[in-house]
């Protein structure tokens, strides 16, 4: 399971980034192409992020879908799923016009500090 040793990196950059500060949300953008599996990044992010500052920070991840061009009938479309890719207008050869292999940290969100002489 890939995933896991992804979910540690995507821990450690973003530790990195925060310099420690805890993290409520983050959002990744993952490819269709990038052969991660969603349900197993959630479960390895839980594993990853114990004991860091990301821990408890909720994950979302934005599937990115993969355009192609039909090589039979040139029809263009968009797809949520890995390859093979056919053509849903004529059931042809679809070859994408994307990587299709995006990894990307979209967004963090941290936690407010309190001001000071606010209660915690």
């Known amino acids: ?8 990196a995507a821990v450690r950059t973003i530790d990195d980034l925060v310099g420690g500060q805890p993290v409520v949300a983050v959002r990744l953008r ?5 052969g991660v599996v969603p349900d197993s990044l959630q479960f390895g992010w ?10 408890g920070s909720v994950l979302t991840i934005d599937r990115v879908p993969l355009p192609s061009t039909c090589l039979d ?9 890995p390859p093979p890719l056919s ?12 990587p299709g292999r995006e990894l990307e940290i979209a967004s963090v969100e941290i936690q407010d ?4 002489g606010e209660p915690q």
Do not use: F, K, N, Q
């Open 113 to 116: 500090r309190p001001e000071e």
């Open 87 to 98: 053509c849903s207008a004529c059931g042809g050869r679809a070859l994408p016009t994307a």
């Open 1 to 8: 399971m890939h995933e896991l040793s992804i979910a540690y």
């Open 73 to 81: 009938c040139g029809h263009r479309a968009v797809t949520e799923h």
């Open 30 to 34: 993952v490819g269709v192409l990038a």
């Open 46 to 55: 839980d594993v990853a992020t114990a004991g860091t500052p990301l821990a």
